[in-house]
T-cell receptor, first 114, second 114 residues
């Protein structure tokens, strides 16, 4: 497939647990973005990578959230000590270059924290 | 503080008629606007965009209008088809405030009735 893929598609966890969400961007796309979509809302920006570095992490809600992209391709969003309020769909997007360019979204990971 | 607002959560239109989806924004620094379409269990898909130097952009059945003085944009779909039934998000970004960071509205669910 040529699109952005995300795994798992669904994740159910208990409050206090640690979770990792994975994103495989479109091959050759240098920019990668994470968004979070809560019920009835639009996607909300979390963090953006240009290559391996996090160029803008201003949307991460607190220090329980962390993301990496060690080789400039696959990215992992990590959430520590999950809370019920973290329940949402986590969307990943990629673009060929950063800024003003179309972002291609994956199908998302639905995270449910019980 | 909702910088991008879609005040109509839902819209129902008869097949063949025109669908008009509206979006308002508050941040005068926004200079690039996009519309995304989302089907259930899929990520948002880019539809059409417009730069602030234009007031209209057309692509097939889809036209986006931008009124900078009113901080308002709209998406026109004509003629509407059943496959257009989806949730539509408008999004905005600013070259000076992190062009890669899209700010989304809450979405409007469009239903096209046969």
């Amino acid at each position: 497939g040529a699109g952005v893929s995300q795994t798992p598609s669904n994740k159910v966890t208990e409050k206090g647990k640690y979770v990792e969400l994975r994103c495989d961007p479109i091959s050759g796309h240098t920019a990668l973005y994470w968004y979070r979509q809560s019920l009835g809302q639009g996607p909300e920006f979390l963090i953006y990578f240009q290559g391996t570095g996090a160029a803008d992490d201003s949307g991460l809600p607190n220090d329980r959230f962390f993301a990496v992209r060690p080789e400039g391709s696959v990215s992992t969003l990590k959430i520590q000590r999950t809370e019920r309020g973290d329940s949402a769909v986590y969307l990943c997007a990629s673009s060929l270059i950063a800024g003003g360019d179309e972002q291609f979204f994956g199908p998302g990971t639905r995270l449910t924290v019980l | 503080d909702q910088q991008v607002k879609q005040n109509s959560p839902s819209l129902s239109v008869q097949e063949g008629r025109i669908s008009i989806l509206n979006c308002d924004y508050t941040n005068s620094m926004f200079d690039y606007f996009l519309w995304y379409k989302k089907y259930p269990a899929e990520g948002p898909t880019f539809l059409i965009s417009i730069s602030s130097i234009k007031d209209k952009n057309e692509d097939g059945r889809f036209t986006v209008f931008l009124n900078k003085s009113a901080k308002h944009l709209s998406l026109h779909i004509v003629p509407s088809q059943p496959g257009d039934s989806a949730v539509y998000f408008c999004a905005a970004s600013s070259q000076n405030q992190g062009a890669q960071k899209l700010v989304f509205g809450q979405g409007t669910r469009l239903t096209i009735n046969p």
